[in-house]
């Protein structure tokens, strides 16, 4: 008879470990969601400027990396981009986008040991008449980068990741300052 109580009593203290697992989840979620947390590119389509709701993307390269970020974000962010301006309640003009690079270090042979890669892109949003209705100030991102003559191809490639990168970050940091009101 003595194992038939302890069995109930570890059946009891289940279900009110879950309850209280559960109910810890609930609130911690619930405290994320009150204080703005957001996931990674999902700002929500109510946050970005109403006049945003059809958006047409003015870049140098309409095809290139960065367009396709940022058609990607915002129709992440409930936008729906369009291939033709005069359907735009929107433009989002891209005036800048320029990577590049220059020398922070170099060794006693006077080569470059180190690099520091710079990427900055400036946008502004205007409505179909060519109004400006935000101009926002340059986004700029940097990352310093080893260089070693041993591995050339290899630090091409590296290099081209941090510039990936560094785009990926500047995208997302133009549509939350988008949605700033």
């Given at each position: ?100 690079r220059r020398v922070l270090s170099v060794g006693p042979d006077g080569r ?12 502004e949003l205007l409505d179909p008449k060519g109004k400006v209705l935000r ?6 991102r940097t990352r310093d980068f080893l260089f070693d003559e041993a591995a ?30």
């Amino acid at each position: 008879m003595n194992a038939s109580p302890a069995i109930r009593v570890r059946r009891h203290v289940r279900p009110r470990a879950r309850a209280a697992a559960a109910v810890l989840v609930a609130a911690l979620a619930l405290a994320l969601g009150g204080c703005g947390f957001h996931l990674r590119g999902s700002l929500g389509g109510d946050r970005l400027p109403p006049q945003m709701a059809v958006t047409y993307i003015r870049a140098p390269d309409p095809y290139g990396a960065l367009a396709v970020d940022l058609r990607r974000a915002l129709q992440a962010n409930g936008v729906r981009v369009t291939r033709k301006p005069a359907q735009a309640h929107a433009v989002l003009a891209v005036l800048q986008d320029s990577a590049g690079r220059r020398v922070l270090s170099v060794g006693p042979d006077g080569r470059p040991q180190e690099y520091e890669l710079i990427y900055t892109v400036r946008v502004e949003l205007l409505d179909p008449k060519g109004k400006v209705l935000r101009r926002l100030p340059p986004v700029e991102r940097t990352r310093d980068f080893l260089f070693d003559e041993a591995a050339v191809l290899g630090m091409d490639r590296e290099q081209q990741i941090l510039f990936d990168d560094m785009r990926r970050d500047i995208v997302q940091d133009i549509v939350r300052r988008l949605a700033l009101q």
